[in-house]
């Protein structure tokens, strides 16, 4: 299995405080990538990066920010946490070519009351 | 209509027998076509990727129909290890995206019991 681990593992918080999730891989890949997953919804992509530094956004993306200062690090972090993005978060790599083949992290169950 | 289609199920089988269940999507640009597997609070696995002949993995085939738009898998010879939700996730090319011009689509899954 790939070495994708994420931090925490749950949180709960209060609406409006900021929170910070790290996906860490020792993978040395590429892409990576965060997504939420909800009742109802298949995985949905919030931000992804291509390489360090470079972020784009994704399907999902408002009251989401991410950072990528290293390759092995990948931090998703909402600004001020509202009780909608309750959620499973997972992280995701893939090692060369974009949407192949991903990886995913044993995700991070946040609840936002 | 949603992009990717899934019956959410649950199929409960028998141990040994035979399901298959499809999964529609709805833009035929689509590229590319993957199963995952996705265990109880855990996270997503691929299962297999999905091509335009057909492909088998041990006791898994998949069949890509293009005409209809729609992906199956069959699962012979079922295992009580088989129970999960079987994630359907199609790729999907176009021009207006940043990202690589691609975007990949998950449906909400099936979710399969094997029962002994």
């Known amino acids: 299995d790939a070495g994708i681990t994420q931090s925490p593992r749950h949180k709960v918080t209060e609406t409006g405080t900021p929170v910070t999730l790290r996906c860490h891989q020792t993978?040395?890949?590429?892409?990576m990538y965060w997504y939420r997953q909800d009742p109802g919804h298949g995985l949905r992509l919030i931000h992804y990066?291509?390489?360090?530094?470079?972020?784009d956004k994704g399907e999902v993306s408002d009251g989401y920010s991410v950072s990528r200062s290293k390759t092995e690090d990948f931090l998703l972090t909402l600004e001020s946490a509202t009780s909608s993005q309750t959620s499973v978060y997972f992280c995701?790599?893939?090692?060369?070519?974009?949407?192949?083949?991903?990886?995913f992290g044993s995700g991070t169950q946040l609840s936002v009351l | 209509r949603k992009e990717v289609e899934q019956d959410p199920g649950p199929f409960n089988v028998p141990e040994g027998a035979t399901v298959a269940f499809n999964c529609t999507y709805s833009?035929?640009?689509?590229?590319?076509f993957f199963w995952y597997r996705q265990d109880c609070r855990k996270e997503p696995k691929l299962l297999m990727s999905?091509?335009?002949s057909g492909n088998e993995d041990g006791r898994f085939t998949a069949q890509l129909n293009r005409a209809s738009q729609y992906i199956s898998l069959l699962i012979r010879d079922s295992k009580l290890s088989d129970s999960a939700t079987y994630l359907c996730?199609?790729?999907?090319?176009?021009?207006?995206?940043?990202?690589?011009?691609?975007?990949?689509?998950f449906g909400t899954g099936t979710r399969l019991t094997i029962i002994p």
């Open positions: 995701a790599t893939s090692p060369t070519a974009v949407n192949e083949k991903l990886f």
């Open positions: 996730v199609v790729n999907r090319v176009f021009h207006e995206s940043n990202f690589g011009n691609e975007k990949l689509t």
């Open positions: 993978e040395n890949h590429r892409y």
């Open positions: 999905v091509y335009s």
């Open positions: 990066s291509y390489g360090v530094k470079d972020t």
């Open positions: 833009n035929s640009a689509s590229q590319s």
